[in-house]
């Protein structure tokens, strides 16, 4: 099982960004999330979407800016980006979430990982 992550690339401060998350059509469904790395920093909850849509949740510091989404038809989650700041740039990366021991935000919980899609943003 494979997560593909795409749509970064560089953007200036204000613009706006739409990543994917793809996976294979027999991997199922499963809740998804999006975390990030800048340089030299840990890695960052961005947001959370459940198995159906129905239920989303955001790291603060994107709260407003940022939408995931999904399609399962397509199996395939996104993450609309708006507004975008310098402080936005980094690797960003798709995880599937196998466990439910702590919030949406434990990176522990997430089995499976993308390979990440670099974001620049230019101020």
């Known amino acids: 099982v494979q997560l593909q992550a795409s749509g970064g690339g560089l953007v200036q401060a204000g613009g706006s960004l739409r990543l994917s998350c793809a996976s294979g059509?027999?991997?199922?469904?499963?809740?998804t999330g999006w975390f990030r790395r800048a340089p030299g920093r840990e890695r960052e909850f961005v947001a959370f979407i459940s198995e159906t849509g129905g239920f989303t949740t955001y790291g603060d510091s994107v709260i407003g800016r940022f939408t995931i989404s999904r399609d399962n038809d397509q199996n395939t989650v996104f993450l609309q980006m708006n507004n975008l700041k310098p402080e936005d740039s980094g690797a960003y990366y798709c995880?599937?979430?196998?466990?439910?021991?702590?919030?949406?935000?434990?990176?522990?919980?997430?089995?499976?990982w993308g390979q990440g899609t670099l974001v620049t943003v230019s101020s």
């Open positions: 059509r027999s991997s199922g469904v499963y809740g």
């Open positions: 995880a599937r979430r196998i466990n439910y021991s702590g919030t949406w935000a434990t990176e522990s919980d997430y089995g499976v």
